[in-house]
């Protein structure tokens, strides 16, 4: 099973490694996972749809899953659910492509490690009180951790991929899978696409 997922940038690439580590404990065959980042967003209209059909049709990828964040800068999305249906929209009716969003940024998945973020920032702020994926446009989660890391005693600034990184290092992927519906299905469509049981 080759699958192409396209992620926005570097820090969703960053994740890469630890879904692989988690996928190897629920597979029997692990899915060959290419991981394409799209420079900031996931493209819109006709080039999304070229994209699709240039790795399934030309390359040979078995399907393709689209990851955007809700919070783009823009308001193109107003929630999950609008940023998948426009991307199905703008794709058409492909039986092998998969829309997922990350509500409101990717950020929101590394919220339930905000213990982890504390020491990495040094810095005692609490954690939001919201479940993750609550967290809003208005001061989304990659602001959030921007601002703990500006305001900590660590001295430098969040740094998106390498910090990313450090956060899911050591964590279990299953602590950010439980409180993020999000998440769950993202994972859940990679588990169906390998024949495998979902998480419930």
């Given at each position: ?30 899915p ?19 994209i ?9 990828y ?125 994972v ?13």
């Open positions: 099973m080759k699958i192409a997922i396209l992620v926005e940038g570097d820090t969703e690439v960053a994740f890469r490694d630890k879904l692989r580590e988690f996928l190897s404990h629920r597979v029997s065959q692990m060959r996972l290419k991981f394409f980042p799209q420079s900031g967003r996931i493209p819109k209209e006709k080039k999304l749809k070229n699709v059909e240039n790795l399934l049709d030309t390359d040979g078995d399907a393709v899953i689209a990851l955007t964040d809700v919070y783009t800068g823009t308001n193109d999305f107003k929630d999950a659910a609008d940023a998948k249906a426009k991307m199905v929209n703008w794709v058409g009716n492909n039986p092998n492509f998969y829309p997922h969003a990350a509500l409101h940024d990717f950020e929101a998945w590394l919220l339930p490690y905000w213990i982890t973020i504390q020491k990495l920032a040094k810095h005692n702020r609490r954690s939001p009180s919201n479940l993750p994926e609550t967290v809003n446009h208005q001061k989304p989660p990659s602001y959030l951790i921007k601002e703990t890391f500006r305001t900590g005693q660590c001295g430098y600034d969040y740094n998106k991929p390498i910090h990313g990184k450090k956060i899911l290092k050591e964590s279990d992927l299953m602590v950010a899978i439980r409180v993020c519906p999000e998440l769950k299905a993202f859940n469509r990679i588990l169906c696409l390998c024949d495998e049981e979902e998480i419930f």
